[in-house]
């Protein structure tokens, strides 16, 4: 088990990526608190892993709110002992759906601003944290927009880049103290309920069905197929893992090839 007896917070932990993610962190041994807006979502993702034998309670809390964050991180270390894995998969308020041209400075900006202060909230909390217990991994995931430009993605992509480059500051400023920061950047999963949404306005806009449009984000990677969310969350598995020691700012490219590092 790679991740044996480590205490892990999933933050976004009743969504699609983030619930995926904290199902494989606990197969791997980790003791999961899992964080989100939503008890019963949360609820009914630990429940799922408990009964495939893991490990994980739940501990509501909105990531935007900083002294909320805070009062949870310290909740949870008071109960289980210093955090040695987080991973951060909330939602960003997504705005897609039309051109820069038609939307209003607010609706575009609307994403990048919650992606930075979730990310702002729970990174600083957490990499002070184990900065202070020895170290840890800080995960995160993104996507392709942050490094490619796609139309009608609204402010997704910014919040993207920013997000990323976020989490490098971060990685430099705790890396002293053993605190490694990474990311998985996925090409958006079409199991995921967040991503099928946005494909299915892809979809409708030309005119496609959304196997049609699936099949065409797939047709150019080497693989011939968009990674789905379990090879998401087994590579976010692996950048938490002593495996990946020597890795902090920087990110596992789960796009199937679809990008070149």
């Excluded at 791997?28 to 893991?54: K, P, S, T, Y």
């Excluded at 609307?110 to 202060?117: D, M, S």
């Excluded at 430009?149 to 993207?160: D, L, M, P, R, T």
């Amino acid at each position: 088990m790679l991740l044996k007896d480590k205490t892990a917070i999933v933050y976004g932990g009743s969504g699609a990526v983030g619930g995926a993610v904290a199902k494989a962190f606990a197969r791997e041994g980790a003791r999961v608190f899992l964080a989100a807006r939503n008890r019963e979502r949360l609820q009914a993702v630990a429940d799922e892993i408990a009964a495939a034998g893991g490990r994980a309670e739940v501990a509501p809390v909105d990531a935007t709110d900083n002294a909320a964050v805070k009062a949870h991180l310290a909740a949870i270390v008071e109960r289980a002992g210093p955090i040695k894995v987080m991973f951060n998969g909330s939602g960003w308020a997504d705005t897609q759906g039309a051109l820069l041209t038609e939307m209003e400075f607010d609706r575009f900006f609307g994403v990048v601003e919650v992606a930075l202060r979730n990310w702002f909230n729970t990174g600083t909390a957490v990499a002070r944290h184990m900065a202070q217990n020895g170290g840890g991994a800080i995960v995160g995931i993104t996507a392709n927009a942050a490094r490619e430009a796609y139309s009608h993605v609204g402010g997704f992509g910014v919040a993207c880049a920013a997000v990323e480059h976020y989490l490098r500051q971060l990685a430099v400023e705790n890396g002293p103290d053993q605190v490694r920061v990474t990311w998985v950047r996925s090409p958006g999963s079409p199991d995921a309920p967040g991503v099928r949404n946005a494909w299915q306005l892809r979809a409708d806009e030309r005119g496609m069905s959304f196997e049609e449009v699936a099949k065409e984000f797939g047709k150019d990677t080497p693989l011939r197929r968009v990674t789905a969310l379990a090879q998401v969350a087994d590579a976010a598995v692996l950048l938490a893992s002593d495996l990946a020691a020597g890795m902090t700012m920087t990110m596992a490219n789960a796009t199937g090839g679809a990008q070149v590092d």
